[in-house]
């Protein structure tokens, strides 16, 4: 999922990154100036980036009716899909540097070979029917040896170049990423314990997996993350990915979506955390949109159906 192919280094390298340094990102827009206009919180609420980027209902409603009503409907079964299948990508990268210490370079190929998986995250399907738990056992079970494939292949690229690698190098070089990245958005305003799915260390880059069909605002993920990285770190972080996986015939299909992290999607960014965490300080009903998104998008019925349609 995080490891790109040739060609997408090439095009990263050779287009998107020099992209990036000829439309240098203003410094006002930088995450290190948290502590000034515009990216200086104007409101109270810690809203969580789900909150402010994942802009599924249109007017953000949802926002409302969980932070200010306290509605907490169950999630529907795209959620449910979509966690299990993050976790199942997250348990196969920790599972392989794992192995990789605990075997050592000698060792490791054969432990990653034999890693068998995907378990944990299989372990609670609440809320899906017999049909939908065994499409979803299916999509893990592909998910999880394709990636593992991947990772094998690329530990023995690694070893074949550098035969005399200590385990430590050959984890950073094998798999130059660090998952469910554990997030302190305090200086923007956002919530203590944010989580992005990937931060690519060696491109460098924010990446966001997804598993439903594009839209337009999944590019606010990787921007406020990125954000959230300059404000703790102080270093740039200039482009995003957006990695959508689909399953057909029991094979996975990926496409990314890279992207520079540019003045207007910041400004954006900045513009829906203050938008909702105004409507959640004075508590602002902002009623439904004149049409609710379909099913068929990819995301399930909106989990709030039953309480903004009374059905
Ligand atoms: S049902 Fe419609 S209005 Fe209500 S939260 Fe969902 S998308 Fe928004």
Same mark, same amino acid.
């Given at each position: 999922?995080?490891?790109?192919?040739?060609?997408?280094?090439?095009?990263?390298?050779?287009?998107?990154?020099?992209?990036?340094?000829?439309?240098?990102?203003?410094?006002?827009?930088?995450?290190?100036?948290?502590?000034?206009?515009?990216?200086?919180?104007?409101?109270?609420?810690?809203?969580?980036?789900?909150?402010?980027?994942?802009?599924?209902?249109?007017?953000?409603?949802?926002?409302?009716?969980?932070?200010?009503?306290?509605?907490?409907?169950?999630?529907?079964?795209?959620?449910?899909?979509? %966690?299990?299948?993050?976790?199942? *990508?997250? #348990?196969?990268?920790?599972?392989?540097? /794992?192995?990789?210490?605990? $075997?050592?370079? =000698?060792?490791?190929?054969?432990?990653?070979?034999?890693?068998?998986?995907?378990?944990?995250?299989?372990?609670?399907?609440?809320?899906?029917?017999?049909?939908?738990?065994?499409?979803?056992?299916?999509?893990?079970?592909?998910?999880?040896?394709?990636?593992? %494939?991947?990772?094998?292949?690329? *530990?023995? #690229?690694?070893?074949?170049?550098?035969? /005399?690698?200590?385990?430590? $190098?050959?984890? =950073?070089?094998?798999?130059?990423?660090?998952?469910?990245?554990?997030?302190?958005?305090?200086?923007?305003?956002?919530?203590?314990?944010?989580?992005?799915?990937?931060?690519?260390?060696?491109?460098?880059?924010?990446?966001?997996?997804?598993?439903?069909?594009?839209?337009?605002?999944?590019?606010?993920?990787?921007?406020?993350?990125?954000?959230?990285?300059?404000?703790?770190?102080?270093?740039?972080?200039?482009?995003?990915?957006?990695?959508?996986?689909?399953?057909?015939?029991?094979?996975?299909?990926?496409?990314?979506?890279?992207?520079?992290?540019?003045?207007?999607?910041?400004?954006?960014?900045?513009?829906?955390?203050?938008?909702?965490?105004?409507?959640?300080?004075?508590?602002?009903?902002?009623?439904?949109?004149?049409?609710?998104?379909?099913?068929?998008?990819?995301?399930?019925?909106?989990?709030?159906?039953?309480?903004?349609?009374?059905?």
């Amino acid at each position: 999922m995080y490891f790109l192919n040739h060609e997408e280094q090439r095009y990263l390298m050779r287009r998107l990154l020099p992209q990036a340094r000829a439309n240098e990102v203003h410094p006002e827009l930088r995450g290190w100036s948290w502590h000034q206009p515009p990216l200086l919180p104007v409101y109270e609420p810690c809203l969580a980036l789900y909150e402010i980027a994942g802009q599924y209902c249109p007017t953000g409603r949802d926002v409302f009716l969980r932070r200010v009503l306290g509605h907490r409907p169950a999630p529907n079964a795209a959620m449910i899909a979509g %966690r299990v299948l993050h976790q199942v *990508v997250a #348990d196969l990268v920790l599972a392989t540097k /794992h192995a990789i210490y605990a $075997s050592g370079t =000698a060792g490791c190929v054969a432990a990653l070979l034999a890693l068998i998986g995907p378990n944990g995250a299989l372990s609670d399907l609440d809320g899906l029917d017999a049909d939908q738990r065994a499409v979803l056992r299916d999509q893990a079970q592909s998910l999880w040896a394709f990636e593992q %494939r991947r990772v094998v292949a690329r *530990v023995e #690229d690694v070893l074949s170049r550098q035969p /005399h690698i200590g385990a430590d $190098s050959l984890a =950073a070089l094998a798999l130059p990423v660090t998952v469910e990245s554990r997030l302190d958005g305090r200086f923007l305003g956002l919530s203590s314990h944010l989580s992005a799915d990937a931060f690519n260390f060696a491109e460098p880059m924010m990446v966001d997996l997804k598993f439903g069909s594009p839209q337009p605002f999944h590019r606010l993920s990787t921007t406020g993350y990125a954000l959230v990285m300059e404000s703790l770190y102080e270093v740039p972080v200039n482009v995003g990915c957006i990695v959508y996986v689909r399953f057909r015939d029991g094979q996975v299909l990926i496409e990314r979506d890279f992207h520079h992290l540019s003045d207007e999607l910041r400004q954006e960014f900045i513009e829906a955390r203050d938008e909702r965490a105004q409507m959640v300080e004075e508590e602002i009903d902002p009623g439904a949109p004149a049409e609710c998104p379909p099913a068929s998008e990819g995301h399930g019925v909106c989990h709030y159906w039953a309480y903004c349609h009374g059905a």
